[in-house]
Antibody
Framework: QVQLQESGPGLVKPSETLSLTCTVS????????WSWIRQPAGKGLEWIGR???????NYNPSLKSRLIMSVDTSKNQFSLNLSSMTAADSAVYYC??????????WGQGILVTVSS | QSVLTQPPSASGTPGQRVTISCSGS????????VSWYQQLPGAAPRLLIY???QRPSGVPDRFSGSKSGTSASLAISGLRSEDEADYYC????????????FGGGTKLTVL
């Protein structure tokens, strides 16, 4: 059973860049799509973007100008960098596996708060 | 404002059958598979239905999905108290450069 674990800062200052990493264990990161989803407190799910093991990406159009995703197959990790953070970006961030909407494995989530 | 439209709430009594709707357009549900997720309080979402009506292993057959045109539905039969959760639909949307869209979620209460 593949397991995913998010890591990164729980607190980010406004205008700074959020960097999160997802470590995949129990299986190879190769030949799969990996996605990031976020959920503001008390609200619904928002798809951030996905990256294939080869490095090709698709991003949510609303976040595309601030978003960079990358993958490190040697470490079985993939990452998210979201710049110019504001309070509206405060949320629980999840990493997941799946091609599009068939997201069958999820990390436990990491709470990110944007505050000075 | 979510791209896919779900009712904010639904309810039923134990043993009942409940359905949750999800409405979209030709750029998402009308042309692509729909998935459904269950999110229990304080937990990560769990894939419940994929490819419109397929259940991952471990999901009880009380849960079923269907799609017609630009709408989809999740049905839960033999409702149980542990089914009380938030439910989300999702689909690929090919507008702009393509991305995944979610419904706003439906809070299911078991009375």
């Amino acid at each position: 059973q593949v397991q995913l674990q998010e890591s990164g800062p729980g607190l980010v200052k406004p205008s700074e860049t959020l960097s999160l990493t997802c470590t995949v264990s129990g299986g190879s990161i190769g030949s799969y799509y990996w996605s990031w989803i976020r959920q503001p407190a008390g609200k619904g799910l928002e798809w951030i973007g996905r990256i294939y093991a080869s490095g090709s990406t698709n991003y949510n159009p609303s976040l595309k100008s601030r978003l960079i995703m990358s993958v490190d197959t040697s470490k079985n990790q993939f990452s998210l960098n979201l710049s110019s953070m504001t309070a509206a970006d405060s949320a629980v961030y999840y990493c997941t596996r799946g091609v599009t909407t068939d997201l069958d494995n999820w990390g436990q989530g990491i709470l990110v708060t944007v505050s000075s | 404002q979510s791209v896919l439209t779900q009712p904010p709430s639904a309810s039923g009594t134990p043993g009942q059958r409940v359905t949750i709707s999800c409405s979209g357009s030709s750029s998402n549900i009308g042309g692509y598979y729909v998935s459904w997720y269950q999110q229990l309080p304080g937990a990560a979402p769990r894939l419940l239905i994929y490819m419109n009506n397929q259940r991952p292993s471990g999901v009880p057959d009380r849960f079923s999905g269907s799609k017609s045109g630009t709408s989809a539905s999740l049905a839960i039969s033999g409702l149980r108290s542990e089914d009380e959760a938030d439910y989300y639909c999702a689909a690929w949307d090919d507008s702009l450069s393509g991305y995944v869209v979610f419904g706003g979620g439906t809070k299911l209460t078991v009375l």
